[in-house]
């Protein structure tokens, strides 16, 4: 199970959101660098960021501080958040991240999903954000009427190499993933799926360990680390990917 302690950006600060809502975000003193170098002392090798600001403008806003992170440490990085064309893409992989999530401009046009998969072979990850049962897109402004699952099958087989499944209605609310549904997405995805959204406690971490599920490939901590909910040095010691 690999942990994946996140880092999302706005304004060049580490700010943490409320069901994805920008007007009801949590700003934090440490700059997004110094966070990450925090998460390399304790031994984390996963990394999980979102570029807000890329969210917002479909441009990769933030370049500069993921090379900054990517130079200083050597962490396994995912990074999403307004990638909506290759050359995004391509700046990112170019800058040293492992995988880059694709999800509003992936869903609303699959073509570019299967392109993208095609280009960048194991490096795309697809993020799958899901409101009461449907898609969400566009930093969670506009719901979709497309059932999470109906969607999977239908590009199940362009080669996406992870599947991050947000359950927004937990996001940012330290109420307990969504395991029910993850675990459902992971006997349909043909990629292992990343559980996010909700993660409240150390025994969130357990929980989904004792899933024993080997197509959930890892879990996502947030806000619950930045109000100090879980300890990093707690938290570390449940790495063993």
């Not at 990112?92 to 995988?99: L, T």
Request: charged share 30%.
């Amino acid at each position: 199970m690999k942990i994946f302690p996140a880092i999302d950006i706005k304004d060049k600060k580490c700010v943490r959101l409320i069901k994805g809502d920008f007007e009801n975000k949590t700003e934090y003193e440490t700059s997004p660098v110094d966070q990450a170098s925090k998460y390399k002392y304790h031994g984390f090798k996963n990394l999980h960021i979102v570029d807000l600001d890329g969210a917002l403008t479909g441009k990769t806003v933030n370049l500069d501080i993921i090379k900054e992170i990517v130079s200083k440490y050597n962490f396994k990085i995912e990074i999403g958040g307004g990638v909506r064309n290759t050359e995004s893409i391509k700046q990112y992989i170019d800058a040293g991240v492992e995988k880059v999530i694709l999800g509003s401009g992936a869903i609303k046009n699959k073509e570019f999903l299967k392109e993208a998969c095609k280009k960048f072979k194991n490096k795309i990850a697809l993020g799958l954000d899901e409101k009461d049962g449907n898609l969400s897109v566009s930093g969670w402004k506009e719901n979709l009427n497309i059932k999470t699952i109906d969607f999977l099958k239908e590009v199940n087989d362009f080669g996406v190499s992870r599947i991050i499944f947000t359950d927004i209605n937990r996001d940012g609310m330290k109420t307990s993933p969504n395991y029910e549904k993850t675990v459902k997405i992971a006997e349909i995805s043909n990629c292992p799926v990343v559980i996010s959204g909700g993660v409240s406690s150390i025994n969130d971490i357990k929980k989904a360990k004792d899933l024993n599920n080997k197509k959930i490939e890892g879990i996502i901590v947030g806000k619950a680390i930045y109000d100090g909910d879980i300890k990093l040095d707690e938290l570390a010691k449940e790495i063993d990917a």
